[in-house]
């Protein structure tokens, strides 16, 4: 089936191009030109004169959206892939906060099934980033306290980390975790899940950090470094180990001093390290967001949403993060006791606001929210508009609203009005 998409400004990976027409031969884009030229006969066109067509954004740090978690009961996976489309997510991670084996397990397994059979109408799920056991308990935010572990092997590994670092595991806490189990039981749920864990975020500074991080990258896994209190030279240690990526940079790491530059400046200064930024305007001011982008240059940042499933819902709704309850706040949203757990953000606020609120070009924000993910990530085929990529993209209109996404070539969100 061939499908053309006219009238539109096309936001290649170097210009935007327009009005084009963009054409469609089954899952893949075949030709983009120019203007338009008559609509050929069995062709199915859309006119989209005074709309944006941009590459499907992909998340690399989503836990869920409207109401669901990667971790509620019976894994909603597909739900959640479902969902983004309309956020113009044609691809992402599920992102699971520190959990026991069992839910891990779950979790992958959803996954696998995901992907093995993609459900209609869906973004492409992509192998889980495990925010994961393996972090600093200091800087854990909102994850679960009794389910950190220090990745020792062996007995010792029950114990939560921390207690080098004054901050012990706390008794009730652990107990909350329902379960007593070890660093090598959450190693060996992944280990059984080949294929299926693509981002691991570990804090480099715990014990046994730095031999963990090599252990994954040796693996296969992308290890990013963050919910750490690393300083610069353990942030380059971790770098050395194998790390290249950052979970959400500035936040859940000590704040960038001049003279302690800390994992910031670790993974700033680290040319084969991209980081994500939370880019809501709110977790990160945008100032050190265009501060980070300048050094990185857009080709070493990746926008995400670290959406919680109190994306999408109206500001005081409840929702859970983990299975903790968690309440939607007009900018992020919070667990019971106040701390920031997340955000409410959808990559198509996150497009918007960097090219509405940040400065940046539409071609800038194709990059940060598609083209660098999908790099970083080594997704062949997807993440920018050009001949021979998977026609995976979204249609925005004139206020860069989300108006169709596209993935595989299939009209999966909004009406073919258009045409
Ligand atoms: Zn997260």
């Not at 739900?79 to 520190?98: D, E, N, Q, S, W």
């Not at 329902?178 to 039981?185: I, L, N, W, Y």
């Not at 007009?330 to 996150?350: I, N, P, Q, W, Y």
């Not at 021979?388 to 909004?414: E, K």
Request: charge should be negative; proline fraction near 6%; include cysteine.
């Amino acid at each position: 089936m061939t499908v053309t998409l006219g009238g539109a400004n096309l936001v290649l990976p170097d210009r935007v191009l327009g009005p084009a027409t963009l054409t469609i031969d089954d899952d893949r884009i075949v030709e983009i030109v120019p203007a338009g030229g008559p609509v050929r006969a069995g062709v199915t066109h859309h006119d989209l004169t005074g709309h944006f067509v941009v590459p499907g954004f992909i998340d690399v740090h989503v836990h869920g959206v409207d109401g669901l978690d990667s971790l509620d009961t019976g894994a909603p996976i597909e739900a959640i892939a479902r969902r983004l489309t309309r956020h113009g997510v044609t691809a992402f991670c599920p992102t699971t906060v520190a959990c026991t084996p069992v839910q891990l397990a779950v979790v992958l397994a959803a996954i696998e099934a995901a992907r093995r059979n993609p459900a209609p109408e869906t973004a492409r799920v992509l192998p889980a980033h495990l925010e994961s056991n393996f972090i600093n308990p200091e800087y854990r935010g909102a994850q679960p306290l009794g389910c950190l572990r220090v990745p020792l092997m062996g007995p010792t590994s029950r114990v939560a980390v921390g207690s080098s670092a004054g901050a012990g595991p706390d008794a009730g806490q652990l107990a909350d975790a329902g379960s007593e189990f070890t660093a090598e039981d959450i190693l060996a749920v992944i280990a059984a899940a080949p294929g299926q864990v693509a981002i691991v975020t570990v804090a480099p500074e715990i014990d046994g950090g730095l031999d963990l991080v090599r252990h994954l990258v040796a693996a296969g896994h992308r290890v990013s470094l963050g919910h750490s209190g690393a300083d610069y030279d353990q942030g380059l240690a971790g770098v050395a180990a194998g790390a290249t990526h950052a979970t959400h940079l500035f936040n859940r790491m000590p704040p960038f001093h001049h003279r302690a530059p800390g994992l910031v400046g670790a993974v700033l200064d680290s040319e084969t390290v991209a980081v994500e930024i939370i880019c809501d305007g709110y977790h990160v001011h945008p100032a050190l967001v265009r501060s980070a982008i300048a050094r990185k240059s857009p080709s070493g940042v990746m926008a995400i949403s670290d959406g919680t499933a109190g994306s999408g819902l109206p500001a005081g709704a409840r929702a859970s993060l983990g299975g903790r309850p968690i309440t939607v706040h007009e900018h992020a949203a919070f667990l019971d006791d106040g701390t920031l757990a997340g955000s409410v953000l959808t990559m198509s606020g996150a497009f918007r606001r960097l090219v509405r609120e940040m400065g940046f070009s539409l071609v800038e924000a194709a990059h940060l929210c598609a083209t660098t993910p999908a790099q970083r990530l080594g997704l062949i085929g997807q993440g920018r508009l050009a001949a021979g990529m998977l026609a995976d993209l979204v249609v925005l209109d004139a206020d860069l609203a989300v108006q169709q996404t596209w993935v595989g070539g299939r009209l999966v969100f909004g009406s073919g009005a258009a045409s």
